[in-house]
């Protein structure tokens, strides 16, 4: 079966050092998403791509990077951790239609600590 | 632009009564509405979504949520609550691009 998976899925970093959250998805999924999740402020986009060589920022990317070299994965990088990047996130993707109707299939979430 | 105000954070409701969970939009073109249901420690899972036709939409384990244009609203509910309705509920609105756009979430606690 076809899914989207996310590593780590915990991990704790110290302040100002650079941390990459790796996702995969086995769907062919063109577009690709990266939120964030806090107490709150529920789902917030950080960085999303339509398909290979494409990168858009969202709402909330500052201090994040992502790269898209292939389909399946989208990597997000913090340059320099923040304790204010303590959060759980989840990549997401949709169909490559990128029809604005389309499910987002989401990954399990890897919940990050910077101490 | 595309917001999503859902009314009430935490929700509790008895074993075997109505579930209603409230999401109100704003969109300046036509919405596609989604409810995504997340249990603890796992990603998020479609309920239910509406995009064109029929405004009473059915999704899964029972659930059901009705597109109201004038009220812009799409509140999701369930008529008789089971414990394994506890959960966090999301409602979305999607725009071009099918970026989504979403609500704070409501917490649902089912008291037995």
């Known amino acids: 079966d076809a899914e989207i998976t996310q590593s780590p899925r915990h991990k704790i970093t110290e302040t100002g050092r650079q941390v990459t959250l790796a996702c995969h998805q086995t769907?062919?999924?063109?577009?690709m998403f990266w939120y964030r999740q806090d107490l709150g402020h529920g789902l917030r986009l950080i960085h999303y791509?339509?398909?290979?060589?494409?990168?858009n920022k969202g709402e909330v990317s500052d201090g994040y990077s992502v790269s898209r070299s292939n389909t399946e994965d989208l990597p997000l990088t913090l340059e320099s951790a923040a304790s204010s990047q303590t959060s759980v996130y989840f990549c997401?993707?949709?169909?490559?239609?990128?029809?604005?109707?389309?499910?987002?299939?989401f990954g399990p979430g890897t919940r990050l600590t910077v101490l | 632009a595309q917001s999503v105000t859902q009314l009430g954070s935490h929700v509790s409701v008895s074993e075997g009564a109505l579930v209603l969970l409230r999401c109100n939009y704003s969109s300046s073109v036509p919405p596609y509405l989604f409810w995504y249901v997340q249990y603890p420690n796992q990603g998020l899972q479609l309920l239910l979504k509406y995009t064109t036709g029929a405004t009473l939409v059915k999704g899964i384990n029972g659930f059901e949520a009705e597109f109201k244009k004038s009220e812009t609203s799409f509140h999701l509910t369930k008529p008789s609550a089971h414990m394994s309705d506890a959960a966090e509920y999301f409602c979305?609105?999607?725009?071009?691009?099918?970026?989504?756009?979403f609500g704070t979430g409501t917490s649902l606690t089912v008291i037995p």
């Open positions: 979305a609105v999607s725009s071009t691009g099918n970026q989504f756009y």
């Open positions: 791509s339509y398909g290979v060589q494409d990168t």
């Open positions: 769907w062919n999924h063109n577009n």
């Open positions: 997401a993707s949709s169909s490559q239609d990128g029809e604005a109707g389309d499910e987002q299939f």
